[in-house]
């Protein structure tokens, strides 16, 4: 049991200990005696270091005998290691010379001490001193002495300076811990001192520990950005982990920035192996993926897996496993046609045991080599089988037939129900099944994809550049791609007919996986997904909205490609705009100026302009010239320099100047005359630029470039501050347009930012 003293000492002074620790005890002391706390048979030299170790204080009755005895010294040496406060009390007489007439050292720590003696005093004085030096660390009296005097200069400096920090501040507040309540207590000037020093140096750490955290953020984030192309799930990963870590710029701009590249993206799954076949039900509620049947891995543990999806909740309705792998999947009739196994087979679902049931014992055919497509009724399929020609399989009857082709099959299209598309060799041929040998060469280019969809078709070719083919009603008309995926392999049709998406990659001179183009320029919509050294092998589309993309890493992507995404605020009305109808008057000469009269119907008036050469510009106005009338003053666009008339003067117009590509739509605030003008950046077809204009000035006053959009209008709103961009009447875009607006919140030009939902 501890005890507040342990009292050295040699038996004649056995009655003057106990009656100390007597007397100590009166004053709340508690003491260690070795009369007391030694018990029958106990080893007293155990007890002896116990009694020692647990004891604050060690009170030495210090006379002749004590310096002579080596269990006393043994005692005092074991005080000393234990770090404990000595006591002497000297109970003998001791003259000017001490003992050193006797030749006995007293040790050092005791000769440091101020003694307390006993002879010709009191008892009950004697008791006092040592109750007071109990109660007493002199060493901490010294310590608080030079905190006290750093705390007031630390008061003097205004509470700015002086604070102690580190090792220092932990060793201090630790002697605190076990001082036991000794005296002297601590001032108050002192307590505010530790603790203001704790508090700073709590700050200065989460500090450090706030610096590190947004390093680790920033980090984060560049991985997010670094993986985006390449693994969306790891990047959208990367980055909410940075914004957990800590809210950076950084780790705002990669969620945002992941957002705007994949706002569209419904569902994300992997799958072990590289993605064969993508294939939506006629409906659009299932989504079947097949995994590419690797026969380098046939008779290992890998299983190939065949799954289908529910679209609606991306809950997984189903999945097959073989060793050997499937051949292709696609729908017909509500039924899933597989090829597994050099055979044929077919599958419903079945909704009361929510599982999918086989419905034919099988067709043996050869290995499709492309992907498998089901005719428009769902009645038929056809599956492209390489140097074996191709296959149709009939899913009521069950039956198939082999037909042989010119040349190796590769890709195979429905136009409608009775004509197919087949790309043999390099050519496209067209092939109707009342007569299968038959063909006609519709393309001899090097044509590497197919699709059709509603009696259209498009084509892909791949020589110098990808190149897009399409039928018309003259015959096939075709334009070169500015940007595509490198090599270009899989093409599918939009449902309106009006674009195409066109996958591949893995060349490594792009970093696009699938691109969306409009059909008829070319022109690059989107870039949908990156590849780089991941291709995308297969898309399908439905006509519901839905596209599906697969990778060559087993990465299968599921895309709402109409998602309204954009603002549309119902609150928010375009302005009503004054538009002049123009009429177009040229030459005989093919090189002369064509001159444009635009008619002012509601105030009769009429001006003139004059347009570049129409032979040597056909292809800078792409559509109907943009003009707008506000407050007397007609505005148009000519090429791409902005023109202000004057109807009510007879002067030149001014021209404005700053744009580098067509004007194709234009728009004037009504309630502060500013103008605004947009073109398509020609150089980056993926950003459009908008311009504004204050008072018909000469040059613009902002330059904004925003991602391409498909829009139809542009007109400012109701309140002349807001920019409204329109597609079908729908508002997709808005953009505050209002300099004072700008200068009064104190944003700069650049930080104007376009908004959406």
Known sequence: MSADVFISYVRNNEKFATSLAASLLKQNITSWVDTEKIGPAEKWNAAIREGIIKAHVFVVLLDKQWLNSKVCNDEYFLALEHAKTIEPVVVEQVDSLGWKKLELTVPDELQSRNYIFTHNREFYDVVNDVVMAVRTNYDRKQLLSRYEQRAVNWKNSGEKFGLIRGLELQHFIESEQLSHGEKPDMTVLSQDFVLASQNAESRELEEVRERKRQAESKVL???????????????????????????????????????????????????????????????GGSLAVSEKNHAMIM???????????????????????????????????????????????????????????????GVALPEARGKMVSSPSGGLVAMPCGHEGFALYDIQTK?????????????????????????????LTQRSLTNLKECTVLLEHQTVAIDARAGRWVALSMSDRARLHWSTAEGVDGVDLLSSPDPASVLRLDPDGKTAFIGGGGGGSTPFGMTEVDIVSGQIIRHWLGGFDQAVT????????????????????????????????DNVEPAEMKTLQGNIKESDDLFAQKLEVLWDDKNGKCIERLLPPSGRNNDVFPGPTPCVMCDEILCTGFGSLLLWYNLSSEEKPLEGKGHTNPITHISCSHTNALWASLAVNCNNNNLMEIFAWNHCHEKPILQLLIPYILIDEMNFDSSGEILLLQQNSITVRQLLMDPDRWISSGKKISELRWSRT
């Open 399 to 427: 039956q198939a037939i082999r037909l042989p082709a010119n040349e190796e099959c590769n890709a195979i299209a429905w136009l409608d129900e009775n004509i197919l598309l087949l790309i043999e060799g390099n050519t």
């Open 538 to 569: 297969d898309i399908d589309v439905t006509g519901n909205g839905y596209m599906a993309a697969g990778r060559s890493d087993g990465t299968v992507f599921l895309w709402n490609i109409r998602a309204t995404v954009l603002d549309n605020n």
């Open 221 to 283: 984030a560049a991985q997010s950005e670094h993986l985006k192309k390449e693994s969306p799930g790891e990047s959208i990963a990367y980055a909410s982990d940075a914004w957990v870590k800590a809210p950076t710029v950084e780790a705002l701009v990669s969620l945002g920035s992941w957002f705007t590249e994949y706002i569209h993206l419904v569902g994300m799954w992997k799958l072990g192996l590289e993605v064969d076949a993508v294939a939506f039900d006629q409906e």
């Open 299 to 361: 008779g290992n543990s890998i299983n190939q897996t065949l799954c289908v999806w529910n679209i609606d909740d991306l809950g997984k309705m189903g999945d097959f496993t073989d060793p050997e792998g499937f051949g292709g999947c696609t729908w017909g009739k509500g039924q899933l046609v597989v090829q597994r196994r050099g055979n044929i087979l077919s599958y419903r679902y079945d909704h009361f045991d929510q599982k999918f049931r086989q419905t034919s014992t």
